[in-house]
């Protein structure tokens, strides 16, 4: 058995996986630094986008839970905007 040198996939009979073979062919045409550019640009976020990011989960969340008539009330009722962020923002590793 191979493992696929890029994401670790096993194969039987390659060293790397049709989707990393794709990523490859991307590099082959437009460069290494195309890629990794576009992959920065698209896919990591800076402080200020994680921040935006995560304000719309909890606006998102906030919406679904008052509109949601079966939903746990108390839970809600207890957590307002900025508690809920302070969670969300614990799970990405931050303290505030
Ligand atoms: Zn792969």
Do not use: A, P, W
């Not at 040198?5 to 195309?34: A, P, Q």
């Not at 008052?66 to 799970?91: A, T, V, W």
């Amino acid at each position: 058995m191979l493992d696929c040198k890029l994401c670790g996939e096993v194969s039987f009979t390659r060293y790397i996986c049709d989707d990393c073979n794709f990523i490859k062919d991307c590099i082959n045409i437009y460069s290494k630094e195309t890629v990794i550019d576009v992959i920065k640009r698209t896919l990591i976020r800076d402080e200020k986008q994680r921040t935006y990011k995560i304000d719309s989960i909890v606006k998102e969340r906030l919406s679904n839970e008052l509109n949601n008539e079966d939903s746990d009330e108390s839970y809600i009722r207890g957590k307002h905007h900025d508690l809920i962020k302070e969670e969300i923002l614990s799970k990405f590793g931050k303290n505030k």
